[in-house]
């Protein structure tokens, strides 16, 4: 398996530390508001991830925290006339909605960065002891001079570095690159006690604990939304190896933004779109099909266009599980026959095919284009003449290729859909049988409203849902 390796611009063999372990931290969201469809890309993707290297057989333990102490979330208190823990506990809930809706797996520890605050205070006064991190009226910054290697990861030119863009300037500070891993208390804003005096962390030096915390001085994969890489994940670098002494992360992973109009989606540009106003319109396979459809280092611009094909793409996968769904109820056979298990076995290329791609980096637009490969195949030789051995086992594979995706898992037969949409059909037979055809076709177009399309077959009717 081969991965690229943001530290080495370059795609390199997956070797995890421990054979058949990961140790995988994900920077998670800062919680003062709904996420947008951009960092739903980002949560998808690494989702998708972990998923898939189960599926290779490794055991993941995947961490993603929520910053639930930051100015965001302060300005936000203060607005709303709350405070920081109340608005970080009524975001950390709906995050799980809206993770939840998109079949985002919860994470083997969501670690929140006011749970650790006795770490980072002991991680701070450890610095300041080592020579990396100075104390200034209960300020205390991070020398960046002092890590020889700081800029590794971003390959920041840092004299050129436009320091009024992405770095606060603070004259009090030895080095206008220096930043602030612990803040000084100002009026109203939440603090803890330190050596210091009372104070509050500073954002990248909580991701820098919590790893070190719960998965050890050196992780395997450390990943996020490409914004991250600079300053934050440099700094987390900067701060934990400083520790340590030891390599922070052996893989760095980004997403690529999602745009709209070209321009990155973002609360700042009030160009963005919240997860849960998408989910009102669209299915989470929809949502997650688009975000897997181009590669996760690839820029996605989002439209409604878009997400409309994406949409029409799902329904064809799920007419092909429907399918598949109807035939093993109706047909005759129930083993397959020595014939159809040569067949079987030759949808295996299909399963080499979406797993090379997955493990070059994790392509997921090939490796969807092998589970159409695979429907286009079935659709053509599965029918009511097949077992439904043969069925069942065509319908297992594409299900198992669509797990580490996370689509795909759903029946077309909802049960108590089902037990509705079979009563009605009965009455529209009914109807037909009587001649009544206004009613037989008012059962049709009402159907048709509700997004269910009947089909009349040499079988028998049937039906599907299309939205």
Not at 129 to 139: I, L, M, N, R
Not at 173 to 195: L, R, S, V
Not at 325 to 332: D, F, M
Not at 428 to 439: G, I, M, P, T, Y
Request: proline residues 3%; aromatic residues 10%; contains cysteine.
């Amino acid at each position: 398996m081969r991965l690229y390796n943001t530290l080495t611009r370059q795609k390199e063999e997956f070797k995890p530390i421990k054979p058949g372990e990961i140790k995988m931290y994900v920077c998670g969201p800062t919680v003062y508001n709904f996420f947008h469809i951009g960092n739903g890309r980002t949560f998808i993707v690494f989702d998708t991830i972990r998923r898939y290297f189960e599926y290779r057989g490794y055991n993941v333990k995947f961490v993603q925290n929520f910053t639930d102490i930051d100015d965001k979330m302060i300005k936000r208190a203060n607005e709303e006339g709350s405070t920081v823990k109340e608005i970080g506990d009524k975001y950390i809930k709906e995050y799980y909605t809206d993770a939840d809706a998109l079949n985002i797996e919860r994470a083997t520890v969501n670690p929140r960065a006011t749970e650790y605050i006795g770490q980072i205070i002991k991680f701070v006064k450890e610095l300041i002891e080592k020579g990396y991190a100075y104390e200034v009226d209960g300020d205390v910054y991070f020398s960046t001079k002092k890590f020889s290697d700081y800029g590794k990861l971003s390959k920041q030119n840092l004299d050129e570095l436009n320091l009024g863009n992405r770095v606060s300037v603070d004259e009090r500070k030895k080095d206008p690159m220096d930043f602030a891993i612990w803040k000084a208390k100002k009026e109203g804003e939440p603090a803890w006690k330190c050596p210091w005096g009372e104070g509050r962390p500073g954002w990248h030096i909580e991701c820098s604990c919590m790893a070190k915390n719960i998965l050890g001085d050196t992780i395997d994969i450390h990943a996020g939304g490409m914004d991250l890489s600079f300053p934050h994940h440099e700094n987390e670098i900067a701060q934990s190896e400083s520790l340590t002494g030891k390599p922070f992360a052996n893989y760095w992973m980004h997403s690529a933004y999602v745009n709209v109009d070209n321009k990155k989606m973002s609360k700042s540009l009030n160009n963005f779109f919240t997860a849960r106003e998408v989910l009102k319109d669209y299915d989470s396979d929809v949502i997650r099909f688009l975000m897997l459809s181009c590669h996760y280092r690839v820029q996605l611009n989002y439209s409604k266009d878009l997400l409309d094909s994406a949409k029409a793409s799902v329904e064809r996968l799920y007419n092909a599980i429907g399918n598949l769904e109807n035939l093993i109820e109706e047909v005759k056979v129930e083993k397959m026959t020595d014939e159809e298990k040569t067949y079987l076995e030759s949808l295996n290329k299909y399963r080499e095919k979406y797993i090379e791609k997955m493990d070059d980096d994790f392509n997921t637009a090939d490796a969807i284009t092998a589970i159409f490969d695979l429907i286009k195949d079935t659709n053509t030789n599965i029918g009511i003449n097949s077992s439904k051995e043969l069925a069942e086992n065509a319908l297992a594979l594409i299900r198992e290729l669509g797990a580490p995706l996370g689509i795909l898992q759903k029946s077309t037969k909802d049960a108590e859909l089902a037990e509705e949409v079979e009563g009605l059909i009965e009455q529209r037979q009914e109807a037909r049988k009587n001649r009544d055809f206004a009613l037989a076709d008012k059962i049709r177009d009402d159907l048709k409203t509700r997004g269910i399309i009947l089909e009349d077959t040499p079988q028998g009717v049937r039906w599907k849902k299309v939205n």
